[in-house]
């Protein structure tokens, strides 16, 4: 007999949403962040708008006919239990929308998405009404920002006590949980439970970065937490602290407001793994050497590689506690981490601001031997002399930022020749962390 194998079952979700042609909200964000979240994400697009980082130029309305007839799809094959709502254009797709959530049992989490932040309207004004009447009643989870919650409550949301008011009010409407999102106040969202009639705050601060699509990013975000099972309160702290990220990690993608990034922090962390991954092996190739400790200076060797478009030290991963000859073997004193250098990250931080493609580096020992070695491989060679270096300047920064200067481009050898307690020094650089070890090991053979 053959056994069926053992799967995981993913949360399956939908969204009920526009198009944006500029990729940065309505599905694009909400399929992006299911994705992101882990849950395989389905949708029905509602209407298809012709938007850009500028706003909205048009909007073509699908017929009610054509929203049912992918909800349908979707949900007689798969099992749907959360879905979300984001632009719904007109009443008559509203009505629909209400009329298929019903049918199939969704739980439903509601961003009412009136208006684009850049300009244009994604909620015909009449249909606000049929909205709050057929929709609202069989909503689980409701997140308006200020100016939205003030539009379903009647009233004016100026101040944390205004959304307040406004939630309660909004929950009287038949919706259990209401989230005003503070992005437009004070940066703190207000959660509030009807059940128990507890509000709480979910505090953050104001970041940096583009907001294009933050509220569809937030909302599908909700809805994907949710169908994971965590609680409203979990489930609506790590929706702002995932909000936040792809605030951060926006892309500069048009004249106007930048679209966040949903996959950007699930790219970077891509990313780290793949750099831990190439400098283990680098590693490996040094430890296996029989000739690489003859090139380990006094104060150790260190050898680092930084993630795409690294900013800061702890974006660049090595050795902790260097590399040190034991014997006549180089050993790994800890292992490969992030933040583990201080010199070598230096190094490769201000040659990958010259090139991007740099981002690996390693010191050796310096004498003239070696030198002339790196000049018979033909090395592109520079050097800095730490006599010249200004007062106040981060040495290992200035002097690769001076070589390369000095060389036209990033050169694959940096040289200096030390200076009063301070070790002279020879640095590989090169694109990933492999690349620089068997440079090394090379050098180290070519000393025989
Ligand atoms: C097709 C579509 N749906 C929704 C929005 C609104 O997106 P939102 O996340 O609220 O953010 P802004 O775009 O308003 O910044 C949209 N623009 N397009
Ligand atoms: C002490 C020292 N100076 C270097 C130079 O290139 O001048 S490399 C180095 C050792 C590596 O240090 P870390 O672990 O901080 O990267």
Redesign the pocket.
């Known amino acids: 007999m053959t056994e069926k194998p053992l799967t995981v079952k993913i949360p399956i979700v939908m969204t009920i949403?526009?198009?944006?042609s500029g990729g940065?909200?309505?599905i694009a964000?909400d399929l992006k962040t299911f994705a992101a979240l882990g849950v395989h994400g389905t949708c029905a697009i509602t209407?298809i708008?012709a938007?850009n980082t500028t706003g909205?130029l048009e909007a073509f309305d699908l017929t009610p006919a054509a929203v049912a007839s992918q909800i349908e799809a979707v949900c007689a094959d798969m099992d749907v239990k959360w879905a979300k709502t984001?632009?719904l254009a007109s009443s008559e797709i509203v009505r629909e929308v209400a009329k298929d959530v019903r049918k199939h049992g969704l739980s439903l989490v509601i961003?009412p998405?009136m208006?684009?932040?850049?300009g244009?309207d994604?909620l015909r004004k009449e249909a606000i009404s049929v909205l709050i009447e057929e929709l609202l009643p069989f909503c689980k989870v409701i997140t308006p920002n200020a100016s939205e919650a003030g539009v379903l409550a009647g009233i004016e949301v100026k101040t944390p006590k205004d959304a307040k008011i406004a939630a309660r009010k909004i929950a009287g409407l038949g919706v259990e949980t209401v989230i005003v999102t503070g992005g437009h106040l004070d940066a703190t969202d207000l959660l509030y439970e009807a059940v128990s009639d507890t509000f709480t705050r979910i505090p953050g601060t104001f970041v940096k970065g583009g907001?294009?699509?933050?509220?569809?990013?937030y909302s599908a975000a909700m809805t994907a937490f949710l169908a994971c099972g965590k609680s409203m309160e979990v489930a609506a702290r790590e929706s702002k602290k995932f909000v936040v990220e792809a605030i951060l990690k926006s892309l500069p993608a048009g004249r106007g407001?930048n679209p966040v990034n949903p996959l950007g922090a699930t790219l970077e962390k891509k990313e780290r793994y793949l750099v831990l991954r190439n400098l283990k092996d680098a590693v490996l190739l040094i430890e296996e050497s029989p000739d690489f400790s003859k090139l380990i200076p006094e104060v150790g060797c260190n050898i680092g590689m930084a993630i795409p478009g690294a900013k800061s030290y702890e974006e660049v991963a090595a050795v902790e506690g260097r590399i040190v000859k034991y014997r006549i073997r180089a050993v790994p004193v800890g292992c490969v981490e992030f933040g583990a250098s201080k010199h070598v990250s230096s190094i490769i931080l201000s040659a990958l601001r010259q090139n991007p493609e740099i981002r690996a580096a390693i010191n050796v020992k310096y004498s003239e031997k070696v030198l002339a070695a790196c000049r018979e491989m033909k090395l592109g060679i520079s050097s800095f002399d730490r006599a010249e270096e200004p007062e106040n300047a981060s040495t290992m920064d200035w002097g690769t930022a001076e070589a390369i200067k000095k060389y036209g481009s990033v050169p694959k050898v940096i040289y200096d020749r030390g200076g009063t307690g301070k070790e002279p020094m020879i640095r590989l650089l090169g694109t990933n962390a492999i690349e620089v070890a068997k440079l090394a090991v090379e050098l180290a053979e070519k000393l025989q």
Not at 17 to 20: K, L, M, N, R, V
Request: charged share 10%; hydrophobic share 35%; with cysteine.
């Open positions: 949403a526009g198009s944006d940065g909200a309505g964000a209407s708008t938007q909205v984001g632009m961003d998405v208006a684009a932040e850049a244009g994604l907001t294009h699509g933050s509220g569809c990013t407001v």
